[in-house]
């Protein structure tokens, strides 16, 4: 940033990865507010998504939609206007961009051109879970999104019967129950999980313990919202 005479720090023409909240709006830094605000365009994956979150801070700028489904076209297009001088600040639907979300594509093109590219951190799903889990952060894997398919699924599970540290995956509530029926079947009912739902919202929940009691919790509640899980490795007990 430079500063003109007193006014609003002006924002050196790069890419802005901007990390936003995964559920309660209070989340988000200051300075994650100050970039929103001083940038020319934010490219979002749903433009009502991230409208929402910018109402809420009364922030108004041109949006610019970039998902799964565009990522290819318009990764050239923002690589292009960070070229020709502008700021763009990229922020997903929640959380930290390019993790298990659109924005890779983008960041690779602005780096091919040795374009700036700055990090703007904040809330992570799969940190925040794993840091109130209780199991062993020192050393852990995040893996995203597993398949779909439930034998693509064994077939994961079986490759971390041994697993020496931690691991997080995301998960659906489509699907979640699917998922701990494999889990189950496969690492048994003694291996500890953390199964953390909604996090940083009004309906929050994170249980700790052996698969079949974590299981059973999550069986007796609503499977509505977003969900991370975390395996602890095979030799790990409460």
Same mark, same amino acid.
């Given at each position: 940033?430079s500063?003109c005479?007193?006014?609003t720090?002006?924002?050196?023409?790069g890419?802005?990865?901007?990390?936003?909240?995964?559920?309660n709006?209070?989340d988000?830094t200051?300075?994650?507010?100050?970039?929103?605000?001083?940038?020319?365009?934010?490219?979002c994956e749903?433009?009502?998504?991230s409208?929402k979150?910018?109402?809420y801070?009364s922030?108004?700028?041109?949006?610019?939609?970039?998902?799964?489904?565009?990522?290819k076209?318009?990764?050239v297009?923002l690589?292009?206007?960070?070229?020709?001088?502008? $700021?763009?600040?990229?922020?997903?639907? /929640?959380g930290t961009?390019? &993790? %298990?979300?659109? !924005?890779?594509?983008?960041? @690779?093109? *602005?780096?091919?051109?040795?374009?700036?590219? $700055?990090?703007?951190?904040?809330?992570? /799903?799969a940190?925040?879970? &794993? %840091?109130?889990? !209780?199991?062993?952060?020192? @050393?852990f *894997?995040?893996?995203?999104?597993?398949?779909?398919?439930?034998a693509?699924?064994?077939?994961?599970?079986?490759?971390?019967?041994?697993?020496?540290?931690s691991?997080?995956?995301?998960?659906?509530?489509?699907?979640?129950?699917?998922?701990?029926?494999?889990?189950?079947?496969?690492?048994?009912?003694?291996?500890?999980?953390?199964?953390?739902r909604e996090l940083?919202?009004?309906?929050?929940?994170?249980?700790?313990?052996?698969a079949?009691?974590?299981?059973?919790?999550?069986?007796?509640?609503?499977?509505?919202?977003e969900?991370v899980?975390l395996i602890?490795?095979?030799?790990?007990?409460?």
């Amino acid at each position: 940033m430079s500063e003109c005479d007193g006014e609003t720090p002006l924002l050196t023409p790069g890419l802005y990865i901007v990390a936003t909240p995964i559920g309660n709006l209070g989340d988000i830094t200051q300075r994650a507010l100050d970039i929103l605000n001083g940038c020319d365009l934010i490219a979002c994956e749903d433009t009502r998504t991230s409208g929402k979150l910018l109402s809420y801070y009364s922030i108004k700028k041109s949006l610019l939609s970039y998902h799964e489904h565009n990522e290819k076209k318009q990764a050239v297009l923002l690589a292009d206007k960070v070229e020709a001088g502008q $700021s763009v600040a990229l922020i997903s639907d /929640a959380g930290t961009p390019t &993790l %298990s979300d659109p !924005g890779f594509r983008v960041v @690779r093109e *602005c780096r091919k051109r040795g374009l700036l590219v $700055s990090p703007i951190p904040g809330p992570s /799903a799969a940190l925040a879970a &794993l %840091s109130a889990s !209780g199991l062993p952060s020192d @050393r852990f *894997c995040y893996r995203g999104f597993l398949p779909a398919k439930s034998a693509a699924r064994k077939r994961f599970f079986e490759s971390i019967q041994n697993a020496d540290q931690s691991h997080i995956v995301f998960e659906s509530n489509h699907r979640i129950l699917k998922f701990l029926d494999d889990f189950l079947e496969v690492l048994g009912p003694n291996r500890v999980i953390c199964v953390a739902r909604e996090l940083t919202k009004l309906h929050e929940t994170i249980f700790t313990g052996p698969a079949e009691e974590v299981s059973n919790n999550v069986r007796g509640r609503s499977q509505k919202g977003e969900f991370v899980v975390l395996i602890a490795p095979t030799d790990f007990s409460l």
